[in-house]
C-alpha cells in the first residue's frame, strides 16, 4: 500500500501563490505517475496537473501558465506550485498516484485531500 500525505493549502488572496506537496511513502513501490485534482462545491472532480515519472507533464487549460508542478524525487514527493491564484481555483486539492506494487499489481492512491482558498 501507498499513503499519501498532502500539505500547503490555505486561505490566500487573488493573485496570490501557495505551493501544496505530496509525499508517498510505503513499501516495495514504484511510482508511475503523481498528479494533482480538485473539486470545487458542486462540481466533478477535474484533473489540474500531472507529471510521470521520466518527467512528462500536462496541465489543465485553466492553469497553464499559473501552476507548476514538479517532482518526482527520491522522496517520491511531488509539489504544486500556484502562482496568480484567482477564486475560481478555490477547491479541494487531492494528490493522486499510480504506483507498480508487485509485477502483477498497479493500482491509484488519493490523498485526503487539501483545502485552498483564494479570497479577499
Known amino acids: 500500500q501507498v499513503a499519501l500525505v498532502e500539505s500547503g493549502g490555505g486561505l490566500v488572496q487573488p493573485g496570490g501563490s501557495l505551493r501544496l506537496s505530496c509525499a508517498a511513502s510505503?513499501?516495495?513501490?514504484?511510482?508511475?505517475?503523481m498528479a494533482w485534482y480538485r473539486q470545487a462545491p458542486g462540481k466533478e472532480r477535474e484533473l489540474v496537473a500531472r507529471i510521470t515519472s521520466s518527467g512528462i507533464t500536462n496541465y489543465a487549460d485553466s492553469v497553464k501558465s499559473r501552476f507548476t508542478i514538479s517532482g518526482i524525487n527520491a522522496a517520491n514527493t511531488v509539489y504544486l506550485q500556484m502562482n496568480s491564484l484567482k477564486h475560481e481555483d478555490t477547491a479541494v486539492y487531492y494528490c493522486?498516484?499510480?504506483?507498480?506494487?508487485?509485477?502483477?499489481?498497479?493500482?491509484?492512491?488519493w490523498g485526503q485531500g487539501t483545502l485552498v482558498t483564494v479570497s479577499t
Open positions: 493522486n498516484v499510480g504506483a507498480v506494487l508487485s509485477v502483477y499489481t498497479y493500482r491509484e492512491f
Open positions: 510505503g513499501s516495495r513501490f514504484t511510482i508511475n505517475f
